[in-house]
C-alpha cells in the first residue's frame, strides 16, 4: 500500500444509502448542465473533465429538475460499494481480481474512455467502479486514523478532494481499490468523471 493508504482502520458505515449503477455519463449531464465538458466525447461514455465544483453544480441542478437528494458518496461510502458491500468476495479490484474483466485501464483502453457498463460488474450490480474514470466523492484529503470510525466523511477542512477508482489511463496499482487521489477542487483532467 501507499503510505495515504495506511494505517488500516475499522469503518463502520450505519446509514442506507443508494450508489449509481454506472458513472454519469455524457447523455445525462448534457440533459442537466445544456453542454458537454468531455475530452472524449460520447453520449453513453463517462462525463469527464469536470471539476469536483461543476460536480455540485450538476447535482443542484439534478436535484432541483427531480426533487431528489442526489450527492457524491463519501470516500468511505465509495469504497464499501466498489468493495461488492455484505457481498464482498475480498477481491483487489471491484468486482474481481483479474483487472482486465472489471475495468478499462492503460493496459486494454486504448488511451481512452469506453462505454459504461461494458466491463463486468462487481457483486452489488455496480460497473466501472475500477477503472474508466476517476470518480470525485464528497471529503476533503487527509490522512487516515488507526482508531475506529463510524460514518467517517473525511477532514473537516483542506485544499483538495478525494477521487477514487483508478481510470483509463492508470496502471493496474493504481487501481486497486484502496488507491486514494486527490486534487484541488478547480482542477480538471480528462480522467475525472463522476458517480452518484
Known amino acids: 500500500p501507499y ?33 458537454n465538458p468531455s475530452y472524449f466525447k460520447g453520449d453513453n461514455l463517462p462525463v469527464n473533465y469536470v471539476r469536483w465544483k461543476d460536480c455540485q453544480r450538476f447535482i443542484s441542478k439534478l436535484n432541483s429538475m427531480t426533487g431528489r437528494k442526489f450527492r457524491l458518496p463519501t470516500e468511505a461510502e465509495w469504497e464499501y460499494a466498489a468493495r461488492g458491500g455484505k457481498k464482498s468476495r475480498g477481491y483487489q479490484y471491484s468486482g474481481s481480481s483479474n483487472i482486465s474483466d472489471v475495468a478499462w485501464y492503460d ?4 488511451d481512452k474512455t469506453h462505454p459504461v457498463g461494458t466491463k463486468q460488474a462487481n457483486e452489488l450490480g455496480i460497473y466501472d467502479m475500477t477503472g474508466n474514470v476517476l470518480e470525485w466523492c464528497q471529503d476533503w484529503y487527509g490522512s487516515y486514523y488507526s482508531s475506529s470510525q463510524t460514518n467517517p466523511t ?4 483542506g485544499s483538495a478532494r478525494v477521487s477514487r477508482g483508478g481510470g483509463w489511463n492508470c496502471n493496474a496499482s493504481y487501481c486497486r481499490l484502496s488507491v486514494r487521489f486527490y486534487y484541488t477542487p478547480d482542477f480538471r483532467l480528462d480522467i475525472l468523471g463522476l458517480r452518484l
Open 3 to 35: 503510505d495515504d493508504e495506511k494505517p488500516v482502520h475499522q469503518v463502520t458505515l450505519t446509514n442506507d444509502y443508494y450508489m449509481g449503477k454506472y458513472e454519469v455519463t455524457q447523455a445525462l449531464w448534457q440533459v442537466v448542465m445544456g453542454k
Open 154 to 157: 473525511g477532514s473537516d477542512s
Open 107 to 110: 493496459g486494454n483502453s486504448g
